[in-house]
């Protein structure tokens, strides 16, 4: 693909799609990881002299209507403090947007444009008319085929990928395409149904798949070990079987369990695990077989966490695995939304190689699927 930072942009208007789709609450952001994420290719594209406008899609609103709720307002306000500058949020973009040299505007949440998620050409035709050059950075809706993402990038006289939408490439490719190895993938989270070709595609690739969460569950069960109350896809146990016959999938020896969500912990051999007990997370001896396993990785992959950490009687797992991936030696990768919640809470995000800004974008790669509007862009750059 055409990469922005071999481009020259000065005077040119440069159309940049972000993915700026961060939670708010009461008006105000409350994570701006993925605003931080994109001030580099800001500041890149307005040191370089263009006329600088972004583009976001924020939470999913009725389309083709403007909901107070999913404005862009509080990111706008946001991003302005966090360039020391002010940032104008812009709605009446189809008039036409004059902006003068290094000066910058958002326009507003693209999902508020009726097309928008249909990939509507009218619309990305629209978009195009905007620029001269289109600067695709958003990797978190990479996954998505919509107006803002793939049509614009169809159009736009040049269509180009962003620093940090070529970061993630990288790093990704770096870990699926060629890994060092030992890798080392693990996969949490609650259910195996809808990671279930994460599990497929990591157990051809990966030297060792380590799950963890609700998902563990459902390999517990398949192995024979007690569940009791426990979330955990009975149907999926064939599946499960077949997945751990393919590579090493060790499963937890010891787990934390309760009587009830949110209760009061008890730590258990993984054999006695009683019918009335929920597994809400791994044991120190399962964490201290995890850590033993990633200390030897020259790869690790990490999406989801192993216990259900918000509440801190089940957040020693997690955060054990957490320290395991900080002091690995090892290139680490880790992405989708409630692993970076946990790199929050146990404070490990410096020592992770690389902290991808995709949810479902960086699971969908993992699979192996062909993102949409990075297909656009090599196809532009074939020209
Ligand atoms: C995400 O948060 O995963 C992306 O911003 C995509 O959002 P969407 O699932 O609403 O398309």
């Not at 999913?60 to 389309?63: A, D």
């Not at 426990?230 to 999926?236: F, M, P, R």
């Given at each position: 693909v055409i990469k922005m930072a071999d481009l020259a942009l000065a005077g040119k208007r440069v159309l940049i799609r972000e993915d700026l789709n961060v939670p708010i609450s009461e008006g105000r952001v409350t994570s701006d990881a993925r605003i931080r994420a994109a001030l580099p290719t800001i500041e890149l594209a307005l040191k370089a002299g263009a006329k600088v406008l972004l583009m976001s899609h924020l939470g999913?609103?009725?389309?083709g209507q403007y909901e107070s709720q999913y404005s862009l307002a509080p990111v706008a306000e946001h991003l302005g403090d966090l360039l020391n500058r002010e940032v104008p949020l812009i709605s009446d973009w189809r008039e036409g947007v004059e902006l003068a040299d290094g000066e910058l505007a958002l326009l507003e949440n693209?999902?508020?444009?009726?097309?928008e998620k249909a990939d509507d050409e009218a619309l990305a035709q629209a978009y195009a008319s905007l620029c001269d050059v289109f600067v695709m950075d958003a990797f978190g809706t990479a996954h998505r085929a919509q107006a803002s993402t793939h049509g614009v990038a169809k159009f736009a006289e040049v269509a180009c990928a962003g620093p940090l939408l070529a970061g993630e490439l990288d790093a990704l490719e770096k870990v699926?395409?060629?890994?060092?190895?030992p890798l080392v993938a693990i996969v949490g989270g609650s259910k195996v149904s809808t990671k279930l070709t994460v599990l497929e595609t990591l157990s051809e690739v990966a030297d060792q798949l380590i799950v963890g969460g609700g998902i563990a569950n459902t390999f517990l069960a398949a192995s024979g070990k007690p569940v009791g109350k426990?979330?955990?896809?009975?149907?999926?146990i064939p599946v499960a079987q077949t997945l751990m016959a393919k590579t090493t999938i060790p499963v937890p020896s010891d787990v934390v369990t309760s009587k009830a969500w949110g209760g009061a912990a008890e730590l258990k051999n993984?054999?006695?695990?009683?019918?009335d007990d929920s597994i809400f997370d791994i044991g120190p001896q399962a964490s201290a077989e995890i850590a033993e396993i990633l200390s030897k990785a020259k790869t690790i992959l990490w999406n989801g966490p192993?216990?259900?950490?918000?509440f801190d009687q089940f957040g020693a797992g997690t955060q054990a695995l957490s320290e395991a991936i900080a002091n690995s030696a090892g290139f680490s990768v880790a992405g989708g939304g409630d692993t970076l919640a946990a790199i929050d809470k146990y404070n490990i995000a410096d020592k992770v190689s690389y902290i991808s800004t995709g949810g479902g974008a960086f699971l969908e790669y993992v699979e192996g699927k062909v993102l949409p509007a990075v297909a656009m862009l090599e196809q532009r750059a074939k020209g």
């Open positions: 999913r609103p009725t389309e693209v999902r508020f444009n009726q097309g699926m395409a060629n890994p060092a190895r426990s979330l955990c896809e009975h149907d999926l993984a054999s006695d695990v009683q019918a192993v216990g259900v950490f918000e």
